[in-house]
């Protein structure tokens, strides 16, 4: 069964840190662009930061973010990463992971796999 699964979420007070992971079973994330979503509570989903495929060797980041959260992979693990430093209030979202084969870019209406999301939660 091809699957993604989300872990790290929790409560953290602002200036804290989570490390997010992204693990892949059914298939090799190696040759899949995985991105990092987040939907906040009555927003719309925002794409934050991506990682393409190994063969490419690129990494993304919104505006937001940048300085901040920092994008990995562990192909030895089969799990993608999402270092989240200096975290603020209003980086309070379900985080989400998706995966598509190889591919430069993540693009949220184009991305064939997707994770059940973790809650991240940053107090002031």
């Known amino acids: 069964e091809v699957q993604l699964v989300e872990s790290g979420g929790g409560l953290v007070q602002a200036g804290g840190s989570l490390r997010l992971s992204c693990a892949a079973s059914g298939f090799s994330l190696d040759d899949y662009a995985v991105g990092w979503f987040r939907q906040a509570s009555g927003k719309e989903r925002e794409g934050i930061s991506c990682?393409?495929?190994?063969?490419?060797?690129?990494?993304y980041g919104a505006d937001s973010v940048k300085g901040r959260f920092t994008i990995s992979r562990d192909n030895a693990k089969n799990t993608v990463y999402l270092q989240m430093n200096s975290l603020k209030p209003e980086d309070t979202a379900v985080y989400y992971c998706?995966?598509?084969?190889?591919?430069?870019?993540?693009?949220?209406?184009?991305?064939?796999?997707w994770g059940k999301g973790t809650l991240v939660t940053v107090s002031s």
């Open positions: 990682i393409s495929s190994s063969s490419y060797g690129r990494t």
């Open positions: 998706a995966a598509k084969p190889r591919s430069i870019i993540c693009v949220p209406y184009d991305m064939d796999y």
